[in-house]
């Protein structure tokens, strides 16, 4: 399959994963039954410190300097561009993620509070260290970025469901949600490089040559 159609499938997946959880948050449908059913069977399976620490990764204190340290590893090698993509690929995180919370007013596992759909920590997570893994893709190589950042994501996510923080299509949500803002800024770093290759033969060809 052409990676151009394998990228609109998978962002089509996001696209109907997404859908369906917030419809099913919405409308306190079966599928909540299943996810509050599997929440009860995972939560307290790991221990406290542990899940505790796992969730910490998504806190922007500590995934936000890691964005903004390869943000500024980038800068100092010239990529501004892509700097700025992945710095709006960030605010648009809460500018999305904070409305959804008002208006899905989802309750936590272990509290009556509501505003727990869908997951912030979750979503902080995947887009600074996925965000960072694109900014570095041309510098250190997919094979040390991506697997990293996916590492870090599926780790905080596994920790917010096992601490109780969060319910699993919580998580899941952010995870579709994010999916989508990272293939857009993975698309706008294509262009971006692309443009530059293109310039790249003009400005070293000498002039009336």
Known sequence: MPAGRLRAVV?????VAFALSTWQVLVRGPLLGA??????????????????????????PVALPVLAAALAWALWRGARAPVLAGALTMAA???LVVPLKIWTDRRGPLTDAT?????GHTATAMVAYGAA????????????TVPAAALLTVAT?????????????DVVASGALCGLLLL????????LAAGRAG???????????
């Open 133 to 144: 893994a694109l900014v570095l893709l041309p510098y250190a190589g997919r094979r040390a």
């Open 184 to 191: 857009a800024l993975a698309a706008a770093l294509r262009r």
């Open 115 to 119: 505003g727990y759909y869908p997951s």
């Open 93 to 95: 995180v809460p500018a």
């Open 199 to 209: 310039r790249a033969p003009a400005a070293e060809c000498p002039a009336g040559g």
């Open 11 to 15: 962002a089509a997946l996001y696209a």
């Open 35 to 60: 996810d509050e059913r599997l929440d009860r069977a995972v939560v307290g399976h790991a221990p406290r410190a542990l899940a505790e620490a796992l969730s910490d990764l998504g806190s922007m």
């Open 157 to 169: 996510a596994t920790g917010l469901v096992l601490r109780g923080y969060h319910w699993p299509l």
